[in-house]
């Protein structure tokens, strides 16, 4: 038992450290860098309280708060590379059969005349080449010997050439082989070309050309977010200390977060310039730009946005009811012509389940009539088991949160996972759904959704 006096002398310093840590706290929080690990490590770990979301009440409410209409209010960024151009005209076709966004850019790293696109009314469609604004940004700070320290310089320089002399069958082989450092290099200049040519919309969205946009659900997620903020939003993705917006989920930026980058903070633009000659990847480079005049992805309304195609999209449990934003790696336009076709139509907000229906996929009372599915997987995740039998009673269990098995018998694999795919054919494996608890979790979903 300690003497009174040093029980005193403790409660006296427990008192001033009350006083003394917040104060410090604070003083670092103020005079710490924007882009600080101690910043992002205290953000990264109180995001779910810190950060706002939306319940799945919330983002079916109508009407919503902040109406937006996609056609005026938003200005949309496609991007495209020489090696993935014939992309551009699966994106095309949905704006002309009905995607409008009056404001919109197709970027790349090639010129229009490298890709003879037409609209409907047979007019050239523009290919801005943002990669050369890059360059052109770059070499303005670097005489000929630094550029030579930096061999993405002469990567673009390599295929710009080729395409300049119409050796097309170098120029695709120079852009498949470091198409991914050309697309590095894009998503600054495509984002500040985007602020440029349309500054009085409300939202900028950045996607690659084999993204699918949703339209119902984007529109109703926008209507519950204010505008007027710096908001800078998408399928979260990363360490800690840099968790950015996966470009191919889509990356949406509102106005102020622009204005804020490209009109208060010339020098930190310049800086994302260069450091795009090294980043490995373009998204996490917006993250990191945005980082040093303190905007940072806003986590909660992750679970909207989905960076794989549809038959490999997982339908998880925790977010069956909500609305999905993107599709991504559509990567020819017969495909995402059929995705489009599949929500044209639709007027609310299509859910995650809703991805079900893609490829005629059986609906729960056709899986609950052939609980078992031969020569078929639904992706899922690995495990162990002796038999059909004990694979679909592990995913079954009761309070199991396991949606979707699969059993490989020659291994004696049990694949298991909380979520499921549509999944696509595979020899020799029996796959299945764990319908009850797929028909619970619908049923909440009515109940939410009858509940706005």
Known sequence: MLAPGLFRLGLRVARQLAIVLPVLVLLLWVLLPNDHGLRLWARFNLSSLID????????YATPVPHPVDLATDVALVVKSGYATRHRLRGWL???????????????????????ALVDAKAEPVVVH?????TMHRVRQHLDFEAQKRYPRIEKYTHLESALKHEYNTIAESVAKEFGWEMDTIKFIPSLELAWTRFPKVKWYILVDDDTYLVRPSLEQFLGHLDSRE??????????????????????????????????GHPDVVEQAYMKSLTASLGDHLVTKTFHKIGIYL????????????????????????????????????????SVHDLFVKTTAPPRWLDTWRLKGAPTIQQLEKQPVIHDWDHYTTSGKADSIEDC?????????????????????????????TVGDTQLGRSTGVNTVLLRKLAKDCLSAMNKV
Request: contains cysteine; glycine residues 6%.
């Open 298 to 337: 806003t986590e909660g309304y992750s679970r909207f946005f989905n960076g794989e195609p549809p038959v490999s999209t997982k339908i998880r449990y925790d977010r069956l009811c909500d609305p999905i934003i993107s599709y991504h790696h559509i990567k020819d336009p017969e495909a995402m012509m």
């Open 129 to 133: 080449n943002v990669a050369n604004m």
């Open 392 to 420: 679909r009673a592990k995913c079954n269990k009761k309070w199991s949160p396991c949606l979707a098995w699969t059993f490989i018998p020659e291994q004696k694999v049990c694949n298991t996972s909380p979520w499921m």
């Open 230 to 263: 710096s908001l800078y939003v998408g399928n979260a993705v990363g360490a800690w200390n840099g968790r950015f917006a996966h470009g191919g989920s889509a990356i949406v930026v509102s106005r102020p977060a622009l204005a804020q980058l490209f009109h």
């Open 52 to 59: 706002p979301t939306l319940t799945t009440q919330q983002i």
């Open 93 to 115: 076709d949905l704006v002309q059969r009905g995607q409008v966004f009056n404001h919109f850019l197709f970027v790349a790293d090639f010129d229009t005349d490298d890709l």
